[in-house]
């Protein structure tokens, strides 16, 4: 019974997979990473997205170039659904989108342009006080989700540029 395991084990060993934050802080992720400089993002939820993106960018930030600029536009979307009789809402849902272009500061070319959006239902009750408190609430995981997407095609981009650069 042990025996498959250790075999799966070896050959999975030798599939050339490698970790995405291979080096830890010292990897070509890392370095990829804090090289990024957040522009400034409109509103609410933009200063959640921007805050949420910085804490995950500055645990790398030993970059002084700053070659990369991110840009992030959001749209951000309530929308009311199980309606009852008398018209009244009983749920929602709220939708945060994010479209982000990652631009060499070097030369200004977009190098990156993609998408992330996540939602979240929220329940609407008969105190306005507790629906406003449960919409910020979804805003507030909404923007650590976007940000979580976006630092996770930024490594990937980072890892990729890192192989082409090591291809001749």
């Given amino acids: 019974m042990l025996l498959p395991l250790v075999l799966l084990s070896l050959a999975l060993g030798g599939c050339s997979l490698t970790p995405l934050y291979a080096g830890g802080t010292h990897g070509a992720v890392a370095h990829g990473l804090a090289d990024v400089k957040i522009a400034p993002i409109e ?41 009852r009789r008398d018209n009244a ?10 479209r982000y272009q990652l631009t060499d500061s070097t030369n200004g070319e977009v190098v990156l342009d993609a998408t ?19 919409e910020d609430s979804a805003l507030e995981r909404l923007a650590e989700m976007i940000a979580d997407q976006i630092v996770a095609r930024l490594a990937i981009y980072a890892r990729n540029m890192d192989a082409a650069a090591k291809t001749p």
């Fill in 43 to 83: 509103g609410r939820a933009g200063w959640l997205v921007h805050n949420a993106l910085a804490q995950r960018l500055d645990a790398l930030n030993g970059g002084t170039s700053q070659r990369y600029r991110l840009i992030v536009t959001l749209d951000d979307d309530i929308t009311g659904y199980g309606v």
């Fill in 89 to 98: 809402v009983t749920r929602e849902r709220r939708t945060l989108r994010a």
């Fill in 116 to 134: 992330a959006s996540s939602d979240a239902g929220i329940d609407v009750v008969s105190s306005e006080y507790a629906t406003i408190a449960a």
